[in-house]
């Protein structure tokens, strides 16, 4: 199978965005509410220029997989989408309360294979909560965009509707009068008009065999640990050292942390600082860089 790395699909760094959903009620009741959360996560994305590979909507949480420039973009990105879907559930529900103090997990995808189990994971979810039976049979996740699968027939431009439509289909006062994404005649906009499936397909070869294949052999546990459990767990400075020698190790060839150049350690900051729960004095000790360098370079 051909070699590939992130880096030959997309530029920009790839994040797993998801709202916590551990301790959250359920936000989301019925099929009106899962179609408004479906368009608000291709809005908000629309309005903080970020791109969408994968999504699934669950009814006290969501899963995302985006494309953008930094991780303060990926924090637009979500806030905007919860501060969509909490104006909608005030006007509905009265519950202007539902969605504040609810955080966020932002992980680096830095890894191909990352990237595919993450893409699996999200996918599967509503089938590891046993909502369904099989993958196709939910309709709140982008599954259907991969590989050719239905598409909707009716859908025309956003951009082609009144702004009195625009605001009564899609539940917003946003000006879209120049959005490019398309939407059909149930008033939910196409997945496929906004999800970058050639992306994801490219991830996966181009081979829908492969790709299923992804999703039947998934680890749900492992990867539930890993995106969520995992980051939330702080470490002392001898296990950070151990985990940042085991990426070292993988990453540059055998190398040890005091082999590393400032070079080689600058360019694992990120991925190290956002899959752990450290700090930035706890990384200056351990990679003997200053706290200055190590702010400026998770700020970009």
Same mark, same amino acid.
């Given at each position: 199978?051909?070699?590939?790395?992130?880096?030959?699909?997309? !530029?920009?760094?790839?994040?797993?965005?998801?709202?916590?959903?551990?301790?959250?009620?359920?936000?989301?009741?019925?099929?009106?509410?899962?179609?408004?959360?479906?368009?608000?996560?291709?809005?908000?994305?629309?309005?903080?220029?970020?791109?969408?590979?994968?999504?699934?909507?669950?009814?006290?949480?969501?899963?995302?997989?985006?494309?953008?420039? =930094? +991780?303060?973009?990926?924090?637009?990105?979500? /806030?905007?989408?919860?501060?969509?879907?909490?104006?909608?559930?005030?006007?509905?529900? =009265? *519950?202007?309360?539902?969605? $504040?103090?609810?955080?966020?997990?932002?992980?680096?995808? =830095? !890894?191909?294979?990352?990237? /595919?189990?993450?893409?699996?994971?999200?996918? $599967?979810?509503?089938? @590891?909560?046993?909502? @369904?039976? +099989?993958?196709?049979?939910?309709?709140?996740?982008?599954?259907?965009?991969?590989?050719? *699968?239905?598409?909707?027939?009716?859908?025309?431009?956003?951009? =082609?509707?009144?702004? /009195?439509? $625009?605001?009564?289909?899609?539940?917003? /006062?946003?000006?879209?009068?120049?959005?490019?994404?398309?939407?059909?005649?149930?008033?939910?906009?196409?997945?496929?008009?906004?999800?970058?499936?050639?992306?994801?397909?490219?991830?996966?070869?181009?081979?829908?065999?492969?790709?299923?294949?992804? #999703?039947?052999?998934?680890?749900?546990?492992? *990867?539930?640990?890993?995106?969520? @459990?995992?980051?939330?767990?702080?470490?002392?400075?001898?296990?950070?050292?151990?985990?940042?020698?085991?990426?070292?190790?993988? $990453?540059?060839?055998?190398?040890?942390?005091?082999?590393?150049?400032? !070079?080689?350690?600058? !360019?694992?900051?990120?991925?190290?600082?956002?899959?752990?729960?450290?700090?930035?004095?706890? #990384?200056?000790?351990?990679?003997?860089?200053?706290?200055? #360098?190590?702010?400026?370079?998770?700020?970009?």
């Amino acid at each position: 199978m051909k070699n590939i790395e992130l880096k030959d699909l997309f !530029s920009g760094n790839c994040y797993h965005v998801c709202t916590n959903g551990q301790e959250t009620p359920t936000i989301i009741m019925d099929k009106e509410d899962f179609k408004v959360a479906h368009n608000y996560l291709a809005l908000a994305g629309w309005k903080t220029g970020i791109e969408i590979l994968a999504f699934v909507i669950m009814s006290n949480h969501v899963h995302i997989i985006i494309i953008c420039k =930094d +991780r303060n973009q990926a924090v637009r990105y979500i /806030r905007s989408f919860k501060k969509l879907y909490s104006m909608y559930l005030s006007m509905k529900y =009265d *519950m202007s309360e539902a969605l $504040r103090g609810i955080e966020d997990s932002i992980s680096l995808i =830095d !890894s191909i294979s990352y990237f /595919r189990n993450c893409v699996a994971y999200i996918l $599967r979810n509503a089938l @590891c909560a046993r909502i @369904c039976k +099989r993958i196709e049979d939910y309709p709140w996740s982008s599954y259907p965009c991969y590989f050719n *699968m239905l598409a909707h027939e009716d859908a025309g431009s956003i951009s =082609d509707l009144g702004i /009195r439509e $625009r605001r009564m289909v899609l539940k917003t /006062r946003m000006d879209l009068s120049e959005c490019p994404y398309l939407v059909n005649s149930e008033g939910m906009i196409e997945a496929k008009s906004f999800v970058r499936y050639d992306i994801v397909e490219k991830a996966f070869v181009n081979s829908g065999k492969f790709f299923l294949a992804s #999703l039947g052999t998934c680890n749900d546990a492992k *990867m539930e640990y890993e995106m969520t @459990c995992k980051p939330l767990v702080r470490v002392n400075d001898k296990e950070l050292a151990e985990v940042i020698e085991a990426l070292t190790e993988k $990453r540059f060839e055998g190398k040890k942390i005091s082999g590393l150049t400032q !070079s080689q350690k600058c !360019s694992i900051i990120k991925n190290i600082y956002f899959n752990n729960k450290t700090t930035i004095p706890q #990384l200056s000790r351990i990679l003997g860089l200053s706290k200055g #360098l190590i702010k400026q370079i998770l700020s970009t």
